[in-house]
C-alpha cells in the first residue's frame, strides 16, 4: 500500500528542530520521546481477539502439516472468542493490532540534497542505475508509521467458512478460505515528514519568544523557511501548491512586522493555520481503502451465498422432477 503524508496530534506537539536555535534536546532523544508517546496512545484489540487470532494461526500451521482435527480445534476456539468479542462489541470494525515506527533523518541541507539530485540526474543519464539507488536512498527524513489492522466485519467470517470447510472434510479450501481472509488485513503506512515538523516548531517557537527578541525570532523564522526548501527538495511538498507559496509569504510578513511595529500576533495565527492547511493537503486517508477492501470480501461472499442458493434450488428442482417421473 502506497505511503501517506500524516501529520497527526500526536506529531504536532513535539519538538523535532534539528537546527533551531531554541531546540531543547537532541533529534534522537526527541523522537524517541515521541515513539514512547505514541505507544502509549496506541490501543490494544481485546484479549479474546488477539487470542483468536494465535488460533488462527496455529490452525494454518496444522493445515501446513496435514494435522486436520488439530486445525479444526484451533478454527473452533478461534471463532468462539471472535463472537465473543463481537458479542461484546457489535461497533467493532477495522481494529488497529500492530504498530511500527521506523525514523530516517538527514542533516542535509537543501542546497546539498539539490547538488546530490544533479548528481543521480547524471548517474541516469549514463545508465548508472546502481550509483542512482546508492545516492537517492539516504534522501529521506521522515518518521515512518505502519500500522496493521484487522477488518472484524470479515476475517471472523473467513474463519467460520474455513472451520465449515474443514468439518465437510475440504482442508484445501478451508486453506484457501483462510489465506484469502488474512489478505484482508489493513496495512497503512504514514509519513511524518521532519522538516515539516521542525518548521512549524521554529514559528511557535518565534511566535513565543519576548517581544523585544527580534533576531531570535527573525531567525528562527529563516530557518523555518530553509526547513520548508529541504522538504520541497526531498518530495514532501512543492513550490506549485498554494498552501506552500502562502506559507513562504507568511513568513517574510511576519519577519517584515517584526522590524517593525512587532504586530505580529494575528500573522502567527495566519502562518500557522497555513502550515496546518499545507499539512493536511499531503494528509490522505486509507480508511476508504480499507472499507473498499472490506466491501469487496463481503460482496464476494454475497455471490457466492447467492450462487450455493441457486445451485441449491436447481437440484431441488432435479430432484423434484426425478420423483415425479417415478
Known sequence: MKKTFLLSALACGVLLSTTSIQAKSDTK???????????????????????????TSLAMRNLQHKKNDEAKKHLKLATEKFNKALKDNPALDI?????????????????????????????????NLDAARVALAPLKDEMDIKTISIPMKVFPVATQNALDALNKGNAQKAMAVMAEGYNTFII????????????????????????????????????????????????YTNSSTPEYKALNDAIDAVKKEIKGKNEVVKLYDKLKNTFVSLVHKSKTTTHQKAKAKVNAYE??????????????????????????KK
Open 29 to 55: 532523544s526527541l523522537v524517541q520521546h515521541q515513539i514512547k508517546e505514541n505507544k502509549k496512545a496506541f490501543k490494544e484489540a481485546p484479549k479474546e481477539i488477539v487470542d483468536a487470532l494465535k488460533e
Open 95 to 127: 481494529l488497529p493490532l500492530d504498530e511500527s515506527i521506523e525514523v530516517y533523518e538527514n542533516l542535509a541541507t537543501a542546497q546539498e540534497i539539490n547538488h546530490t539530485l544533479t548528481l543521480v540526474q547524471k548517474f541516469l543519464t549514463a545508465y
Open 188 to 235: 497503512e503506512e504514514a509519513v511524518i515528514p521532519l522538516p515539516l515538523l521542525a518548521a512549524q516548531d521554529m514559528i511557535l517557537e518565534a511566535s513565543n519568544l519576548d517581544k523585544s527578541k527580534k533576531e531570535e525570532a527573525s531567525k528562527l523564522l529563516d530557518d523555518a523557511k530553509k526547513e520548508l526548501e529541504k522538504a520541497k527538495v526531498l518530495g
Open 299 to 324: 460482496n464476494k461472499e454475497t455471490v457466492k451465498a447467492v450462487k450455493e442458493t441457486k445451485k441449491f434450488d436447481n437440484e431441488v428442482k432435479k430432484d423434484e422432477g426425478q420423483t415425479v
